[in-house]
């Protein structure tokens, strides 16, 4: 008799920012329908640089819930619905503290909107405009950062200042700094590699904060990976799934 055949689970993970919704603003109403009976067939994981709260905001509590796990902080805080699986906690030392504060001076962006070096669950966040700006002022620095490229420049410069922690733009405006190793790569602990994964971001380019996760799954061939631009991408190559 021949051996019984393995069953190979599908697993599909998703970034938020630029992926299922635009950066920091809440899902398409119509693409939320059809994302939530899309969870709710499927096995579905979000891994995100923001926190719990801002997840919600964006994706809303039925599609949060709907999940089978969410991975927040890059996989530092890890939620089942309302349980928490695990959190890792750090803080930025001081010196890389100083050394962001400078580059915020130095920075030749026009505005400082507040709350440039944003706490999380085992990482933090540095944006040049800051947290509070309006949509307006981010599209203004998303222009500036498009032509001047100061975040891949930020980034670069930390890592070589600092080679225990790396910097990688994510989202439109932001830096997500943590030590080497706490990126979204880390959720592969969760998975079996037997299992097939794909993978959905918005920043699979070498700078970017997909792509460590990109990398584990491309090398270890444990799955596909789709690179795309917006939500409407998204939604059309799941339509075609």
């Known amino acids: 008799m021949g051996g019984r055949k393995l069953e190979i689970k599908k697993h599909y993970i998703f970034d938020v920012d630029g992926t299922l919704t635009p950066s920091r603003r809440k899902i398409n109403d119509d693409f939320a329908v059809f994302f939530s009976d899309f969870c709710a067939n499927n096995l579905v994981y979000l891994v995100t640089g923001s926190d719990k709260e801002k997840t919600i905001e964006q994706i809303g509590e039925e599609i949060y819930s709907l999940c089978e796990r969410v991975y927040n902080c890059s996989g530092c805080d890890v939620w089942e619905g309302e349980f928490n699986v695990r959190s890792k906690e750090w803080s930025l030392p001081e010196v890389a503290r100083n050394w962001l504060r400078k580059e915020i001076q130095l920075s030749e962006f026009c505005l400082r909107t507040g709350n440039h070096i944003e706490e999380r669950i085992g990482m933090v966040n540095f944006s040049t405009v800051g947290r509070n700006a309006t949509l307006g002022e981010r ?103």
């Open 139 to 241: 599209k203004l620095y998303v222009d500036f950062d498009t032509k001047t490229n100061e975040r891949n420049r930020i980034a670069r410069e930390f890592n070589l200042q600092f080679p225990a922690m790396e910097a990688k733009p994510g989202g439109e405006t932001g830096i997500d700094i943590s030590p080497v190793g706490w990126d979204k790569s880390q959720i592969l602990v969760d998975f079996d590699p037997k299992d097939e994964i794909y993978f959905f971001g918005d920043r699979m380019d070498k700078d970017g904060n997909d792509y460590p996760l990109k990398r584990e799954i491309i090398d270890k061939d444990l799955g596909i990976c789709y690179n795309i631009n917006n939500y409407n991408e998204t939604w059309n190559i799941l339509k075609h799934l």
